[in-house]
Nanobody, 119 residues
């Protein structure tokens, strides 16, 4: 069984910074792509950033230059430092990872961590 656990969400003022973390644990053979999504109330879940196993990254236009995704393969962990936060960044942030287990490759989700940007 595989678990993804996110942390780092908080209430922060506009212009502030946070760093989200997501760690995968369990019977993991290999980790492929890791992604951060977010979902604001009343809106669809959107892809924020992704990183491949080799470190190639991709970002939503709305976060380019402010968010930086990275990963530590030895720790099965992905990070999302977020700078210059805006009220529009307020959302629940979810980690997603493509993981190989004894059953093969599959996608897994974390439980989410809340980011609120407000003065």
């Amino acid at each position: 069984q595989v678990h993804l656990v996110e942390s780092g969400g908080d209430l922060v003022q506009p212009g502030g910074s946070l760093r989200l973390s997501c760690t995968a644990s369990g019977s993991i053979f290999s980790l492929n792509a890791m992604r951060w999504y977010r979902q604001a109330p009343g809106k669809q879940r959107e892809l924020v950033a992704s990183i491949t196993s080799r470190g190639s990254t991709n970002y939503a236009d709305s976060v380019k230059g402010r968010f930086t995704i990275s990963r530590d393969n030895a720790k099965n962990t992905v990070y999302l430092p977020m700078n210059s936060l805006k009220p529009a960044d307020t959302a629940a942030y979810y980690c997603n990872a493509v993981i190989a287990t004894v059953g093969g490759w599959d996608g897994y989700w974390g439980q989410g961590t809340q980011v609120t940007v407000s003065s």
